[in-house]
Each structure stands twice: as structure tokens, then as C-alpha cells.
């Protein structure tokens, strides 16, 4: 069973930095998934970064160009580097892996994931 805990959720500022990160276990799949969901108060749960076990990467466009999706050495942690926040990305972040290989690129979609974790919550305030 593939659990995951996510971590490093805060308040800050906009314009400010966060990294995110999820430490997974159980994850025995050659070919996976691994990805960054958000929902905000009354909106739906969307998808943000996503990445696979061949390092691909997809990138909703309202964090491209601010936000990063990596994988640690032993691809047990994911991260979620965060630069340039803006009020918008107020949410309960959460991580999601999948035991699966898409040859389109790691999905977005919340229906195309298993596992998820319990969430952290980033709040960008002024």
C-alpha cells in the first residue's frame, strides 16, 4: 500500500518561496506517476505539477515558470518548489502517485490517481 505525508505548508507573503515536500513509502511501481494537486475553499481540486518515472514533467500554466516538481535521490520524496506566490495560490496542497505510465506525459487529472495524501495547507497573505 503506497502511503504519503505532505509537509512544509506555511503562511507567507506574496511574492515569497515554499517548498513542498511528500514522503512516500510503498511505492514498488516501475512506471508511476507522481503529482501536486491543490484546492481552494468552494473550488475544485486541480492539478498543478505532475512528473514520472522518466523525469517528464507537466505543468498547469497558471504555475508555469513559477513552480517546480522534483524527485529526491532514492525517488521516495517528491517536491514542489514554489517561487513567486501570489494570493491566488491560497490552498490545501496534495500530493498523489499513480502506478501507472502515460505515454502523453504524467496527467493532471484528479480520476487518474490512487493514492493521495492527507494534504498541507499554504496560505499567501498580505
Known amino acids: 500500500r503506497v502511503q504519503l505525508v505532505e509537509s512544509g505548508g506555511a503562511s507567507v507573503q506574496p511574492g515569497g518561496s515554499l517548498r513542498l515536500s511528500c514522503a512516500t513509502s510503498?511505492?514498488?511501481?516501475?512506471?508511476?506517476?507522481m503529482a501536486w494537486f491543490r484546492q481552494a475553499p468552494g473550488k475544485e481540486r486541480e492539478g498543478i505539477a505532475a512528473?514520472?518515472?522518466?523525469?517528464?514533467?507537466t505543468y498547469a500554466d497558471s504555475v508555469k515558470g513559477r513552480f517546480t516538481i522534483s524527485q529526491g535521490n532514492a525517488k521516495s520524496t517528491l517536491y514542489l518548489q514554489m517561487n513567486s506566490l501570489k494570493l491566488e495560490d491560497t490552498a490545501m496542497y496534495y500530493c498523489?502517485?499513480?502506478?501507472?505510465?502515460?505515454?502523453?506525459?504524467?496527467?493532471?487529472?484528479?480520476?487518474?490517481?490512487?493514492?493521495w495524501g492527507q494534504g498541507t495547507q499554504v496560505t499567501v497573505s498580505s
Open positions: 498523489a502517485v499513480e502506478g501507472a505510465y502515460y505515454s502523453g506525459g504524467p496527467p493532471l487529472e484528479v480520476y487518474e490517481y490512487s493514492y
Open positions: 512528473i514520472d518515472n522518466e523525469g517528464t514533467t
Open positions: 510503498g511505492n514498488t511501481y516501475i512506471n508511476y506517476c
